[in-house]
């Protein structure tokens, strides 16, 4: 792991880029090389490179709308006299805030440091939240349970045309965007599980909308998986003491649906399917206490149905 604190981006990557841009538009206000380097408190050949060019810096700044506007708003007022250093300033701090907070300071620190995707760089803007800690956990699990799915022997089989994910909610979720999933889903090539990125909130819509309905009728069911459905799994399922729930696919409110059929079932089956609708593949929800402990279930179910079928 490295430790890298977005300060440090914003000496090595931000300022040397914005001072770029700033000497190029003083440059071009008709400011001297000398009264730009006053302006800027740097030497009169740091900014002869910066307006031939040569000064380098980072595209992700130089293309973001909102650092390109604030640029120009300082060489106005530095250029009219409308902004002094302590003005100038204060513009540039607030943009390195608004920049850490999903911009491109973000971004970088992201990739520096890939303990914090999909945390939106909340550390730096939230600090020691304990939110925080709640989705650092859940973002673990699912990563976890994607890692667990990509082990099991047989799995690909398993994994319908529109793909596989697996998500996990937040305790008192609300919506979508409190349930962690695997981005662009997990999907089979040649045999192989393939997981394309780390988790993130608000990935999947449609396993989302299975975890919230089950959190709904049990807090304690937190995770799900959706796989194809398959008689011997749900037979398995059964010799794992698990009933499983049918539920009707056709339904526009997905949600709505599964709430009732709980409802009617008094409890949230460990198994929900379907057997699929015009333009809508069979599913299984295999749901758990967090997304490891479906992604687990998953696995056991598996292992009972590759028995059955040996024997």
């Known amino acids: 792991m490295s430790l890298v604190l977005p300060s440090e981006l914003v000496v090595d990557r931000f300022l040397p ?44 700044f130089r293309d973001d709308p909102e650092t390109v506007a604030t ?3 300082i060489a106005d007022g530095l250029a009219s006299g409308d902004m002094d250093g302590y003005d100038a300033l204060a513009e540039l701090l607030s943009l390195i805030r608004s920049l850490e907070d999903r911009g491109p300071i973000c ?7 890939p303990e914090l995707r999909g945390l ?16 650092r956990d859940v973002l673990a699990n699912v990563r976890t349970a994607a890692r667990t799915l990509a082990s099991v022997q047989g799995m690909a ?3 319908p045309n529109v793909g596989t994910n697996v998500g996990m909610a937040l305790p008192e979720a609300d919506d979508v965007t409190d349930v962690a999933a695997v981005p662009g889903r997990i999907y089979a090539m040649g045999g192989r599980i393939e997981i394309p990125a780390n988790p993130e909130f608000g990935a999947s819509k449609h396993v989302a909308t299975a975890v919230l309905a089950a959190s709904d009728a049990d807090p304690e069911v937190r995770g799900a998986v959706n796989i194809a459905t398959d008689d011997a799994l749900l037979e398995a399922a059964r ?3 698990i009933e499983p729930l049918e539920f009707d696919a056709d339904y526009e409110d997905r949600g709505e649906h599964l709430r009732d059929r709980f409802a009617e079932r008094s409890t ?3 198994i929900a399917y379907h057997r699929g609708a015009f333009g809508i593949e069979p599913a299984t929800y295999v749901f758990g206490s967090t997304a490891v402990d479906a992604a687990e279930r998953v696995a056991a179910l598996l292992e009972t149905t590759a028995v059955s079928e040996n024997q």
């Open 107 to 113: 971004e970088l620190h992201e990739e520096e440091m």
């Open 17 to 60: 880029t914005v001072r770029a841009m700033l000497a190029t538009e003083l440059a071009d206000r008709g400011l001297t090389q000398q009264e730009i380097a006053a302006e800027l408190g740097v030497t009169q050949a740091a900014v002869s490179k910066y307006v031939s060019g040569e000064g380098g810096g980072d595209a992700r």
């Open 268 to 270: 949230v089956p460990r």
């Open 157 to 159: 089989r398993y994994i």
């Open 120 to 135: 939106g760089c909340d550390l730096c803007v939230r600090g020691l939240d304990p939110d925080v800690r709640a989705e």
């Open 71 to 73: 640029v120009e708003r």
């Open 239 to 241: 010799e794992h003491g």
